[in-house]
């Protein structure tokens, strides 16, 4: 992965999970507090959350300007906030149609629609300028997603300069990779830091992996979710089921669902 504090995830089979995802204390692999290095998440850990040693600045994070994604306020009534990227396959298609050609040397070129980023650019954007605008008293982390789990920092750290220099970086080398593990990368997010309230998600559609089992995948956050955090959900370019499903994944916290066009 090359970035610093990069982690990855390996699940297990289907059977398994879908077994354990129903429990109300789902044993996820969670994240050590080794920032200097890499970290895999084994399956024996369990949670070991650290505040940042350095004390917080003396405002008061609520009297600071929101979080805005997509135009979007993100309403936060602590002082972190955790986002969670879909880099699944899916999210390299464009987010609004085009219409493709040929060119003179039989190259596949864009006839209309030029200069449409695809979902996950337009979500890395947004993504970038949200964590940029952060106050210096908020705590954040980001986790993305496809059937792997990576983040930037297995802690909360402060929104200082280097932090969202460092984070901006990591967000904008996301590539697309395979299928959709939205359930245990969400489970493991909230499992990162149980005293954050507010998680946001930005995703293209239903899960498919470990399994393809929409409930399965609300049950396994909703278990996992025991600090009781919101979850905001943003559905970029969703419809039908997979947009259901996003909106019943933001309603089981009594999040905000918001659609992406």
């Known amino acids: 992965m090359g ?3 990069c982690l990855a995830v390996a699940f297990v089979s289907m059977s398994i999970l879908v077994s354990v995802a ?3 204390d789902l044993d996820l692999p ?3 507090t080794n920032k200097s ?3 895999t998440l084994d399956s024996g850990q369990r949670i070991v959350e650290q505040r940042p040693l350095r004390p917080p600045p003396d405002k008061d994070p609520r009297d600071e300007p929101p979080p805005v994604i997509f135009g979007e306020e993100i309403d936060v009534e602590g002082d972190t906030i955790i986002f969670v990227l879909d880099r ?3 999210m390299a298609e464009f987010l609004r149609p085009v219409q493709m050609g040929l060119g003179p040397d039989g190259q596949t070129i864009i006839l209309e629609g030029a200069g449409t980023p695809t979902r996950l650019e337009a979500s890395q954007r947004e993504l970038v300028r949200c964590v940029n605008s952060l106050a210096p008293n908020f705590q954040f982390t980001v986790f993305a997603f496809d059937c792997s789990v990576v983040t930037w920092s297995a802690n909360l750290q402060w929104a200082d300069g280097a932090a969202k220099a460092s984070a901006s970086a ?4 996301v590539g ?3 299928l959709t593990a939205t359930g245990p990368a969400t489970a493991l997010a909230l499992r990162s830091s ?3 309230q507010k998680v946001v998600l930005l995703t293209d559609g239903i899960p498919t992996c470990p399994f393809a089992d929409p409930v399965a995948h609300r049950r396994m956050v909703s278990a996992n979710n025991t600090q009781h955090a919101q979850i905001d959900v943003f559905g970029i370019a969703t419809e039908g089921q997979s947009r259901t499903f996003c909106q019943q994944l933001a309603a089981d916290s009594s999040g905000s669902y918001f659609d992406v066009r």
């Open 3 to 5: 970035a610093r504090g």
């Open 22 to 24: 129903a429990q109300d």
């Open 30 to 32: 969670v994240p050590t």
């Open 37 to 39: 290095a890499p970290t």
């Open 88 to 90: 699944s396959g899916s």
């Open 170 to 173: 990591w967000i904008n080398a």
């Open 176 to 178: 697309p990779g395979g």
């Open 194 to 196: 149980i005293q954050n």
